[in-house]
């Protein structure tokens, strides 16, 4: 747009021939007066969709470091997670050591009850 000639051409390619006709009509204050209104339109929309991407920017910023938070949290439970099951493991092994002894000792206990039961009837026929 620093060239005259491209910048008319693009002004004139923006104007219906209805606008035109209503620009044919007016004086060059008015025509000056509208088109300052209207730069200055077009200054504040450009200024308030600036300030709504700066505001996204931020909104963008605050939830990555909110996933950066929570991808951390996120290690650190599955660690956890990882020694609680190693931990469950060796807890699971343990209770079925305790099983097996338990059912040799009852296995053992039942041979002793059947013998001394065994002795019993013995003694007492």
Do not use: F
């Amino acid at each position: 747009m620093l060239n005259g000639v491209i910048a008319t051409a693009v002004a004139a390619g923006l104007c219906t021939p209805e606008d035109a006709k209503v620009l044919a009509g007016r004086t060059d204050p008015q025509i000056i007066n509208d088109s300052m209104a209207l730069t200055i339109q077009c200054v504040a929309i450009v200024s308030n969709m600036g300030c709504r991407l700066h505001v996204r920017n931020l909104e963008v910023k605050t939830l990555r470091s909110q996933v950066t938070i929570l991808q951390r949290l996120l290690k650190e439970s599955k660690k956890k997670v990882g020694e609680v099951k190693e931990e469950n493991k060796r807890l699971k092994a343990l209770v079925d050591s305790y099983a097996d002894d338990l059912v040799i000792r009852s296995t053992e206990q039942s041979k002793t009850t059947n013998k001394l039961q065994k002795q019993y009837e013995k003694a007492t026929s």
